[in-house]
């Protein structure tokens, strides 16, 4: 099956994640010998900048895309590493009780909810006794705008609604507790975030992110056409200012595998 992701393509129009990557290693920054894995490392510029923070430590990146690890490889070094892997499996790919630290940036939006308990179960696992995740996706209302556009697109080229995963902050917290982890008060939480785009940041983002969720299963011809009738009416997402930024919503989770 062809991948959905390209991986070439998509690390230039990723700026709108590094933009905020601060805000999230502030929260809870791996200390320099930790061991880490980045589950969902993507083209693996996170998991570099992961690397760089823990010099007696290492980083595994975890990723099931085939073109993302070939990007991502580039920053393989002496304490950072590429495997290939679902989420859900990641309890397959590293081994049980080997991590002080889970991360997680802008993956669980693309599984199921359904599948969510088996992802939480096998982050567990590979956490050592103590051990924390702390993970940032898609949350409730996020890109209410860019969902409610392409939404009315897909419907006109007869493509089924965005197949992602937006859930409330309570939703997340039952099943973290279901699966056994120990979630400090606030340990899961809504942030709402301004991202800043120019025209050519937006179309970067919807062609390489946002219309993957509508077009994976579209054949070619299919998928171009609703692209084209995406940049169309790109400007309807102009918020009331003119400027082409849009609202994210993270769902951010910061919880630990008990003792």
Known sequence: MKSRWQGQAYAPQAGHHRAVDEWFLH???????????????????????VAGMVPDGSVIGVEPDSSMLAAARKYAHDNVEFRQGRLQDLDHVCAAASADLVVSRAVFHWIPLTDYPRCYEAILRVLKPGGWLHAESGGAGNVARVAELLDDIAAQHGLRPAAVTFPHAGIALELLEQ?????????????????????????????TQASLAYVAGARPEGAAAFLADVDRRMDE???????????????????????
């Open 27 to 49: 929260r809870h920054p791996p200390g320099p010998a930790d061991q880490v894995i980045d589950a969902g490392s993507g083209s693996g510029e996170f998991t570099a900048r």
């Open 179 to 207: 699966a056994g982890f120990r979630v400090p008060d606030g340990g899961v939480l809504t942030v709402s975030q301004r991202r800043v785009f120019d025209s050519d940041q937006l179309i970067g983002f919807l062609h």
């Open 237 to 259: 997402l102009r918020r009331h200012d003119g400027s082409y930024d849009q609202t994210f919503v993270r769902l951010d989770v910061l919880c630990q595998r008990p003792d």
